[in-house]
């Protein structure tokens, strides 16, 4: 522990209580359905004409005792100014994700949604809508892998990380109760029922592991250990980082960009009022979106009662992008988890030794062609530059 650590270890147990509430509510899990293949079942075999039930699973905290854990903190007692204002704002998003979680299956869910993931402003609706008619419909791809041929797919990449990094742990759970390949705490978690086209595999696997997983794990490294769970609204530069990956090892084609665009539209779809069958047959008739795909993107957009949530890929990619133009390194974002916002607070603290340098590099960096890629990027980008086929007519 560095001299500049030691001064601050009031200010970290803070942290890493923060760290330990934010854990036990685990929002990303309940706010997935945990019967969507049945429910998809049920929907195709009603000829997509009722809308699908979807369970979630039993909160296993209490929210008042919570509530509670949260508050006794004394962060009044926190002298470093930094790390004062960011545990303040990180304890009300947290307060957020209660009431969220509270609110989930009724009307109030959605403004808990909003809160937490913002809104769809006008630019990021027109970069959407322009993306769908840019790229021309793709039809669906014949090629696919099991849940079992991604996991072994999965464990070649922990390997070949794992050659660099020797103590980068191996985290893999191939799960019957989610819907959606995800990570959770450093844990990628694949669908028992996935069904992922094979082109795909690559990107998706420097998507999950080498910008989620590589992230978590530098954030454990650090004494900051909310550096793992997130800083305050760290999924949008997440997820950003992310696509820019897919984008950067090849592997961002136009299904996947329409797919991202038709996030936005469903969303804004659903805040301007619209319901389940509304949002799915407008992907598939208006924005030719093949069924189980406009499927996947609708229940995610209406479950618990309406989410935001989906509208940080494209958002979050459009901000990394103004940030390369700007010409801004990328380094310092794999320090941990958190926003773009937070890069001058996370810069003083390496400043000051508190944090570290990144200890795992990305593999999407180096990959053959990605830092010719990147700048390309560099010298300026839209969300649209991103697709490099036809433009539909």
Request: hydrophobic share 40%; proline share 6%; no cysteine.
């Amino acid at each position: 522990m560095t001299t500049a650590t030691q001064q601050l270890a009031p200010a970290l147990e803070i942290d890493a209580r923060l760290t330990q509430i934010e854990r036990s509510l685990n929002l990303l899990l309940n706010i997935t359905p945990v019967n969507a293949a049945d429910a998809w079942a049920d929907f195709e075999r009603g000829d997509f004409g009722t809308t699908p039930t979807l369970r979630l699973r039993p909160l296993e905290f209490e929210p008042d005792m919570v509530r509670r854990d949260l508050y006794g903190l004394e962060i009044e007692n926190v002298t470093d100014p930094a790390l004062h204002t960011l545990f303040r704002v990180k304890r009300d998003e947290i307060a957020r994700q209660i009431t969220a979680l509270e609110d989930r299956d009724t009307s109030r869910f959605v403004y808990g949604s909003l809160q937490l993931y913002g809104g769809i402003a006008p630019p990021l609706a027109s970069a959407a809508e322009q993306l769908l008619e840019t790229i021309p419909a793709q039809a669906p791809s014949p090629h696919s892998v099991t849940a079992g041929a991604f996991a072994d797919a999965a464990r070649a990449e922990f390997d070949r990380y794992r050659a660099v990094y020797p103590d980068f742990p191996v985290q893999i759970e191939v799960r019957d109760d989610i819907s959606e390949l995800m990570v959770s705490f450093g844990r990628l978690l694949i669908p028992e029922t996935a069904n992922i086209r094979t082109d795909r595999v690559e990107p998706l696997l420097h998507h999950e592991v080498g910008t989620h997983v590589v992230t978590y794990q530098n954030g454990a490294r650090q004494p900051l250990t909310l550096l793992t769970t997130g800083l305050p609204g760290y999924d949008e530069t997440q997820e950003g980082l992310a696509v820019l990956a897919e984008y950067l090892t090849g592997g961002l084609d136009p299904r996947r960009l329409r797919v991202l665009a038709a996030r936005v539209v469903a969303i804004d779809n659903m805040l301007d009022g619209a319901e389940f069958l509304e949002i799915f047959e407008s992907l598939r008739t208006d924005h030719r979106i093949p069924t189980r795909t406009a499927w996947s993107i609708a229940i995610r957009v209406v479950v618990g009662g309406g989410s935001v949530k989906d509208a940080i890929y494209l958002r979050g990619i459009t901000r990394i992008l103004e940030t390369l133009a700007e010409g801004s390194s990328l380094d310092v974002l794999f320090v941990g988890k958190f926003a773009l916002d937070h890069v001058p607070l996370i810069q003083d603290l390496l400043d000051r030794e508190v944090l570290e340098a990144p200890w795992i590099r990305p593999r999407w960096l180096d990959a053959p062609g990605a830092q010719e890629r990147l700048e390309r990027l560099r010298a300026g980008a839209s969300v649209a530059d991103l697709y490099e086929g036809d433009v539909s007519e």
